[in-house]
């Protein structure tokens, strides 16, 4: 490593003095100085020094046609040259509509979901689908629906409601005495259940046998369909959300579809309800929305839901100052154009297949435990030869992650599952290198 340039240290220094880092336990951060990134082009992100990193994960999971792209440039310029920001309350304004009509098309193919309620980040976008589920049932006179079913291992974000929603131990454990208190079924991925290849069928059954057991006591069910991405990348058996369609449509409660994550193409399509044609009652969008911009959320409802709203009565007594903020909204726009004509989602397949062959090529690493996979959304888990966890204090997943960094790579971990959530947009050439890094960064690490 070169000594950093003075410009470099003087905002390492300035960073560890003042900024306290998301998900970070913050005493190992003070003892390394950190990677500052200043720029990015295309899919890499360019730090102080000048040194290019390909973006592994997305910029955490959000980026879609990379960095300073010129349209999306362009489109946030123009809207600049009108107005930043204005309130939708009491106001309406061009963006947020027209995204409002763009999102139903995209996302509700079976046109269920007809409207639009915007804030500005995951988190906020599950807070208010759980709101808006338990007021629905209220303002039907249906009082005693008080309760949410969600799965263990899942993430919503990190606002009280949606915490209370997650299953993480190690985020969310030390909250539980703040909150709402909700009745948790399993995993239904195939590595965390006891049952194996069984899981699907197990879990249904023990939705089922919830839902039975609190019988009208029950709003709404919660998933992240397809893959449950911060509790380590756990897909689920094919099959799986469109029986649980059915289950929580038989049963009469509401589903909500969290495509916080797995939304705007990160799975292969558009979004992971279209793998399975299910048609949620509520689905949360986010950190893809604005192609990976600026901060924006939508949650999006049935005709049905917004009707028992209209009342004066019956009022959502729920907003955020920047709600469907115009610069956000008008990016957004241009990201949905460019996925049309781009055709990215069209163009995924041949990079999910060298994703997948990659995936196959380190299956025989001796520390490469097993490994999971939907479209750009990857684990890699980690362990001893001998499939023994490693000892957690050793940090082994953030260890490979910051030797990837002398491979031009940038990823981040979930514990000792190593996290690959390429844009889907990605260019092959980018996409192989990125592989290639980090397969070279496996082996290298573990040669010892
Ligand atoms: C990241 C994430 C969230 C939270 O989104 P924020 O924008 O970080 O609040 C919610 N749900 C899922 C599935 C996520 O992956």
């Not at 044609?277 to 600026?294: F, N, R």
């Not at 490994?371 to 260890?399: H, K, N, S, Y």
Request: aromatic residues 6%.
């Amino acid at each position: 490593m070169t000594t950093p340039t003075a410009k470099t240290r003087r905002l390492q220094q300035a960073d560890q003095a003042h900024v306290w880092h998301p998900f970070t336990p913050m005493r190992l951060w003070l003892d390394t100085p950190p990677l500052v990134i200043e720029r990015g082009e295309g899919f890499c992100l360019i730090d102080t020094e000048g040194r290019r990193y390909i973006d592994g994960v997305s910029s955490l999971w959000c980026n879609v046609h990379g960095h300073r792209v010129a349209e999306l440039d362009a489109a946030l310029r123009e809207q600049l040259d009108r107005i930043a920001h204005t309130t939708l309350l009491g106001l309406a304004g061009p963006p947020s509509i027209e995204l409002a009509g763009r999102l139903v098309k995209a996302a509700s193919p079976g046109g269920g979901l007809t409207r639009v309620f915007y804030s500005d980040a995951g988190a906020t976008a599950v807070e208010i689908a759980a709101k808006i589920a338990y007021q629905y049932w209220q303002n039907l006179g249906q009082a005693r629906r008080t309760r949410f079913i969600a799965f263990r291992e899942g993430y919503h974000g990190d606002t009280i409601g949606s915490v209370s929603l997650g299953g993480i131990d190690t985020f969310h454990r030390v909250y539980r005495p703040l909150l709402f208190e909700t009745i948790f079924v399993a995993s239904p991925c195939p590595h965390v259940h006891p049952a194996g290849d069984g899981a699907a069928a197990a879990v249904l059954a023990e939705v089922d046998a919830a839902l039975a057991a609190h019988a009208g006591e029950v709003c709404a069910v919660t998933v992240e369909p397809l893959v449950q991405g911060a509790g380590g990348i756990l897909t689920h058996p094919a099959g799986f959300l469109r029986d649980l369609r059915e289950l929580t449509r038989r049963r009469d409660v509401l589903l909500i579809a969290d495509e916080v994550a797995t939304g705007f193409g990160r799975t292969g399509r558009m979004f992971a309800c279209h793998h399975e044609a299910v048609e949620p009652d509520l689905m949360c969008l986010a950190k893809g929305i604005t192609g990976g911009y600026l901060p924006l959320a939508a949650t999006l409802a049935t005709e049905a839901i917004f009707e028992a709203f209209l009342a004066p009565d019956k009022t959502f007594y729920h907003g955020h100052t920047y709600t469907g903020n115009a610069l956000a909204c008008a990016v957004a726009i241009a990201s949905l154009e460019r996925f049309q004509r781009e055709r990215i989602i069209e163009r995924m397949g041949p990079k999910i297949e060298r994703i997948a062959s990659f995936l196959g090529g380190i299956a025989s690493c001796p520390n490469v435990l097993r490994t999971r996979q939907c479209g750009m959304m990857v684990g890699i888990d980690l362990a001893l030869p001998d499939g023994e966890p490693f000892d957690p204090a050793a940090r082994t997943g953030a260890a490979v992650c910051t030797r990837a960094r002398e491979h031009g790579i940038l990823i981040r971990p979930l514990g000792d599952t190593l996290v690959l959530m390429p844009a889907p947009a990605m260019d092959d050439a980018t996409l192989a290198a990125l592989l290639e890094g980090v397969g070279r960064t496996i082996e290298e690490h573990f040669r010892g």
